[in-house]
């Protein structure tokens, strides 16, 4: 079993730049992925990364603003989000998984998710 815990999800102004956070409860050789859900929406793959960090995944619509990293030694992966948009705004979620897929499905453990809203 692995528990994971989110944070760093707050108010930021439209531009403004926010870095999740998702600590796991021990060492992992999972991959890892954050997702997002907004209110009426279906969760949605934002980037992933591999548990040796060879490689990201991320969802065109992050590429250039958005870079997932972890830091295995300290069980974290971390997503830093750069000129965040009001389509940005939803619930953030971490996962792991057994590889670095953008299909939520082939996650074992979830966080509880960490809120992001932009302003405009």
């Known amino acids: 079993q692995v528990q994971l815990v989110e944070s760093g999800g707050g108010l930021v102004q439209a531009g403004g730049s926010l870095r999740l956070s998702c600590a796991a409860s021990r060492r992992t050789f999972y991959a890892m992925g954050w997702f997002r859900q907004a209110p009426g929406k279906e969760r949605e793959f934002v980037a992933a990364v591999t548990w040796g960090s060879s490689s990201t995944y991320y969802t065109n619509s992050v590429k250039g603003r958005f870079t997932i990293s972890r830091d295995s030694a300290k069980a974290t992966v971390y997503l830093q989000m750069n000129s965040l948009k009001p389509e940005d705004a939803a619930v953030y979620y971490c996962?792991?998984?057994?590889?670095?897929?953008?299909?939520?499905?082939?996650?074992?453990?979830w966080g509880q998710g960490t809120q992001v809203t932009v302003s405009s």
């Open positions: 996962a792991a998984g057994p590889k670095g897929s953008t299909d939520s499905t082939e996650y074992d453990y």
